[in-house]
């Protein structure tokens, strides 16, 4: 017999305005602005456009504050988002060189053209809490330094000359660029497919098997060539126009991850590399990016899989966090008739076991029966 | 004749990156200082899509997607005829329409100087500035290296 079961429309409609109200808090404490986030928690906003895969403050802000501050919560609104948009066409691709640079700095090369940039950054800091930051002090202008502008080619361009590292990655020249969102993922997959998945992949997870190639686990002896943060000049090509329409500028990282390669049987003793691009300022992730690209290249470098970072896979198909999160929080959901079935099942195999490894107490219950 | 229309179609692509990188609030506030004309007839838009941004692998190498962006497009046509676009990163559509009307504006060799003059003059310089002042501030953050001389001479 099947018995179909409703119910909770009141709780579920009541459980959705307690969320309001606990998300606005205090009514005592003034409700944050969206600009205010933008501005002071712009990290946060970085990571959410970087993780949901669209670049809008606004809209990621929103998403922070509805998701109550919960990261992953608002990655999901954001993805969920963006399905309601048409698509325009694909942007020309970025160029990276030519980017009004926030921040720059290489860990390979002291003296390189146009200098080593700190920008804006936590290194060198003690991470002592700040009392003065709670209470509210009035902030100084930052210095300011008159230079030539100076041009700044990627450190990878420096390190070519020599001819001791590999160059860009290139693909066939007929290559179209794969797109997740087009098309589901099949493996083994093009490095340009794995890059835009490791693009909005989760900063944790990529972190951790960062980390683990680090540690030994598929080890590929790292340095930072180059990171540099700042805006890049968006073009679209429409039809309607002769020229390709310029859209406005969008703030990325970029990671040029270099690594010592003794060669193998595919390729000879040189430096190989790893490349993270991330939306904002996303340094953090952008290295962990160039980390996992690097290890994910074992099967093309001709090196032995033997760790879960270069196991395409399994990385690529644990990257996405809304897919996790979907997966991993539907367990909460009512699971009732399974778990009927299953406790059916569980009984009836107790009973037998029971009865195999323990036939007198199984006696005495039937004689008590 | 070629050498003119490259040159007119390097302007007006400068012109129209101006407007896509300038705020929607100072658009409109110079637009309205300057007193131009905003009836045009919508011919498309002003509507939101998603462009996807492509970069390169290593940098300079093969092109690949990294994500999508907002874009707000519109396309206008003037009374006298001329049809002006707009694309521009986020979701403004006050910005959108002016900045097609802008372009279309542009295009009519009457009103050119005075969208030149009065609204991407200013807008351009305003850009500037802050470029400017980034430069200068990240510039401030710039690691001057020193030799340390141990010992005696």
Redesign the interface.
């Known amino acids: 017999m099947y018995v179909a079961v409703k119910g909770g429309e009141a709780a579920i409609a009541n459980a959705h305005s307690l969320l309001a109200d606990r998300r606005r808090g205090d009514r005592s404490v003034p409700a944050l602005r969206l600009d205010q986030i933008v501005e002071q928690l712009a990290l946060g906003v970085d990571r959410v456009?970087?993780e949901g895969?669209?670049?809008?403050r606004?809209?990621a802000a929103l998403a922070i504050v509805q998701a109550r501050g919960d990261m992953i919560e608002a990655i999901f609104l954001v993805r969920a988002y963006?399905t309601t948009?048409?698509?325009?066409?694909?942007?020309?691709?970025?160029d990276?060189?030519n980017m009004?640079?926030?921040?720059r700095v290489s860990a390979t090369y002291?003296?390189l053209p146009g200098?080593?940039?700190?920008?804006?950054t936590f290194d060198y800091t003690h991470r002592l809490l700040d009392p003065e930051l709670a209470a509210g002090g009035d902030v100084a202008e930052?210095?300011?330094?008159?230079?030539e502008?100076q041009a700044m080619p990627?450190v990878?361009?420096i390190l070519a000359r020599e001819g001791l590292i590999e160059?860009?990655?290139?693909?066939p020249q007929d290559?179209v660029?794969?797109?997740?969102?087009r098309e589901p993922l099949e493996f083994p997959m093009a490095?340009?497919?794995r890059?835009?998945a490791l693009?909005?992949g989760d900063e944790g997870f990529l972190l951790a098997l960062g980390y683990s190639t680090q540690r030994g686990y598929a080890r590929n002896h790292p340095f930072v060539g180059e990171i540099r943060i700042g805006e890049v000049?968006?073009e679209?090509d429409?039809p309607?126009?002769?020229?390709?329409?310029?859209?406005?500028?969008?703030r990325?990282t970029?990671c040029?991850m270099v690594n010592q390669f003794k060669g193998s049987a595919k390729a000879p003793p040189q430096f190989t590399?790893g490349?993270g691009?991330?939306?904002g300022q996303s340094e953090r992730k952008a290295m962990a990016m160039a980390l996992c690209d690097r290890a994910l290249r074992a099967t093309e470098l001709g090196e032995d899989v033997v760790a879960a970072a270069q196991d395409e896979e399994f990385v690529i198909s644990h990257s996405d966090n809304v897919q996790a999160t979907g997966f991993v929080e539907h367990l909460k959901l009512p699971h009732y008739v399974d778990f009927q079935a299953e406790l059916d099942l569980v009984r009836r195999m107790r009973a037998e076991y029971d009865a195999r490894e323990n036939p007198k107490v199984e006696e005495k219950r039937e004689a008590a029966e | 004749m070629r050498g003119q229309e490259a040159r007119d179609?390097a302007e007006?692509?400068a012109a129209?990156?101006t407007l896509?990188?300038s705020s929607g609030d100072d658009i409109v506030r110079l637009w309205n200082e300057a007193g131009l004309p905003s009836d045009a007839e919508l011919l498309r838009g002003p509507?939101?899509?998603?462009?996807?941004?492509?970069?390169?692998?290593?940098?300079?190498?093969?092109?690949?997607?990294?994500?999508?962006?907002?874009?707000t497009?519109a396309?206008v046509r003037l009374p006298s005829g001329q049809v002006g676009?707009c694309?521009?990163?986020?979701?403004d559509k006050q910005k959108a329409r002016l900045a097609a009307i802008a372009d279309a504006l542009w295009q009519d060799p009457a009103r050119r100087n005075e969208v030149e003059t009065n609204l991407i003059a200013p807008l351009r310089s305003a850009l500037t500035t802050a470029?400017e002042?980034?430069?200068?501030?990240?510039?401030?953050?710039?690691?001057d290296?020193f030799t340390m001389v141990r010992g005696e001479d």
């Open positions: 456009m970087s895969s669209l670049y809008d606004e809209l963006r948009l048409p698509r325009f066409g694909y942007s020309k691709a970025i990276t060189a009004l640079v926030e921040r002291k003296d200098g080593q940039l700190l920008g804006p930052p210095l300011q330094r008159e230079t502008a990627r990878s361009a160059p860009d990655g290139d693909m290559h660029p794969g797109d997740i969102t490095r340009d497919i890059l835009q693009s909005r000049e968006l679209l429409v309607e126009l002769p020229f390709a329409v310029p859209l406005g500028t969008v990325v970029e040029q590399r490349y691009l991330v939306f | 179609q007006r692509k129209m990156a896509a990188q509507e939101t899509g998603l462009v996807t941004l492509r970069g390169r692998i290593g940098g300079g190498g093969a092109p690949f997607n990294v994500g999508e962006a907002t874009v497009r396309t676009h694309y521009a990163l986020g979701r470029h002042r980034r430069r200068a501030e990240t510039a401030a953050t710039k690691v290296f």
